[in-house]
């Protein structure tokens, strides 16, 4: 039985990872564990990243930013500007064109006609119309995602083969090497001396000046627009399954990282079973960036977690030294953990905790009611461990995995389990699932048992 593919995987997920992101559910976790060498901790910076990449070619529009820069340096010679009249006054000398009737006013207020004062016309140009603000807008969303999102990229491309048409530097006829999009990029953004003129940090480029744009007599213009239009749209979230799914293909996962994919499947079957729900969107989720989604459904309200312990849960024990007996077990353990604690730091220069069992599940999902004071506590929880692997030993291990979160499971305020003690694994208030992928065996629980191993591609169902 062959293990569910990369490519497989992104079929299943692609449309529901755009359905989820344009209702408001987050992946910031998911993205940051795919590729933390580059620091992209947050969807947007990820949809940036996918809009610097796009091309006529690959994303199935008429122009996409790939395009567009190697085209740059030839059009920008030709970028338009706007001129109007400067009148200025000079003494003895004429600079421009004389403007007869300014120069006798000026004269006649100074009360000497034969006074050699002149006031002149000199056309004054203008850089900041319509079409180049909105080039110039478009160009700092790029320079800025270029220059600072994909710079370690940029100066290890080895792993990031997705951003060859950005790094790789061409040969001329005669064997020159040329400069590579990126660096081309960057002289231009810098140096040319009419960009530098265009302000746009605190102007507002409004949807009617980029529909006007659109219009241009200019396919230079006319793309930018285009683009910057489209770079908005991907900040809203606007996007369908085929360019979802080239973001996921891409940019998201790494070649190694096929687990997050498989992560990623258990999250929207979890969160397949709640329909017609409306998500709260998390706009301001740099500090929390575990959450996946909160719901209100029927009486309840729900928060999802990916990579995390939740709100206000904890998955750590540790051992009460005072009521431990003199020897046994959890005396020499205590002892063990004691000292790793005091020579990490003696010898290594290392903290550490005397913690004997921590752990974070892969999936949290809190269910609260509303009491009687009108305040929220907590009703159940439900864990869910993800093992992308048909081995049976990596199986059982999972299983261990998932039996340790749901038994220790605290209440983070208080230290009390969350599952009393004589419904411990008895899933009265924590329930959970191991996640696996398909084995050539059934999996089916025993009479009465809760505990559940859900093999790919088969669904949990409702879960709290």
């Not at 999902?365 to 509303?370: C, G, I, T």
Request: aromatic share 10%; net charge negative.
């Amino acid at each position: 039985m062959a293990k569910a593919t990369v490519e497989r995987l992104l079929e299943e997920i692609a449309d529901s990872f755009h359905t989820y992101l344009r209702k408001g559910v987050r992946f910031d976790r998911v993205i940051g564990s795919a590729h933390k060498e580059l620091d992209i901790d947050d969807i947007e910076t990820l949809l940036r990243i996918h809009f610097v990449l796009t091309d006529a070619e690959g994303g199935g529009n008429d122009v996409g930013v790939v395009d567009f820069m190697r085209k740059l340096e030839a059009r920008i010679r030709r970028m338009k500007t706007s001129t109007s009249p400067q009148s200025s006054e000079h003494h003895g000398e004429v600079r421009g064109q004389l403007n007869w009737s300014e120069t006798v006013k000026r004269r006649a207020r100074v009360g000497r006609l034969d006074e050699p004062i002149f006031v002149c016309d000199r056309p004054k140009v203008h850089y900041d119309i319509d079409e180049n603000l909105v080039l110039k807008r478009l160009l700092s969303v790029v320079y800025d995602t270029v220059t600072e999102d994909l710079a370690y990229a940029r100066n290890n491309p080895n792993g990031y083969e997705w951003l060859e048409a950005w790094v790789q530097s061409d040969f001329s006829p005669t064997g020159r090497k040329q400069e590579s999009t990126a660096d081309m990029f960057d002289r231009i953004y810098q140096k040319n001396i009419y960009l530098q003129r265009i302000k746009v940090d605190e102007t507002e480029i409004s949807k009617r000046t980029i529909e006007s744009v659109k219009r241009s007599r200019s396919k230079f213009y006319r793309e930018a627009a285009i683009l910057l239009d489209r770079y908005r749209q991907l900040m809203s979230h606007e996007l369908d399954s085929v360019e979802a799914r080239d973001i996921l293909d891409h940019t998201l996962i790494a070649p190694d990282k096929a687990e997050i994919l498989f992560e990623l499947y258990w999250v929207f079957r979890v969160l397949d079973a709640y329909e017609g729900v409306e998500y709260r969107v998390l706009t301001d989720n740099q500090n929390d960036t575990s959450t996946i989604a909160t719901w209100e459904h029927r009486d309840s309200r729900f928060a999802l977690y990916h990579d995390a312990t939740g709100e206000n849960l904890t998955f750590e024990e540790s051992i009460d030294a005072e009521n431990v007996k003199p020897d046994g077990y959890l005396y020499r353990m205590n002892e063990v953990l004691c000292r790793r604690k005091s020579l990490s730091s003696d010898m290594l220069d290392h903290g550490g905790r005397d913690v004997l069992w921590g752990g974070r599940p892969d999936i949290v999902l809190e269910q609260y009611k509303e009491k009687s004071d009108g305040e929220q506590e907590l009703a159940q929880v439900f864990i869910g461990e993800v093992k992308y692997t048909q081995s049976i030993d990596y199986v059982a291990t999972g299983l261990r995995e998932l039996l340790e979160y749901m038994a220790f499971v605290k209440h983070q305020s208080t230290s009390e389990y969350v599952e009393r003690a004589e419904n411990v694994l008895d899933s009265v208030n924590v329930k959970g699932v191991l996640f696996v992928d398909e084995l050539d065996q059934e999996t089916v629980s025993p009479p009465n048992e809760e505990i559940k191993i859900v093999q790919y591609p088969d669904s949990p169902g409702r879960i709290l």
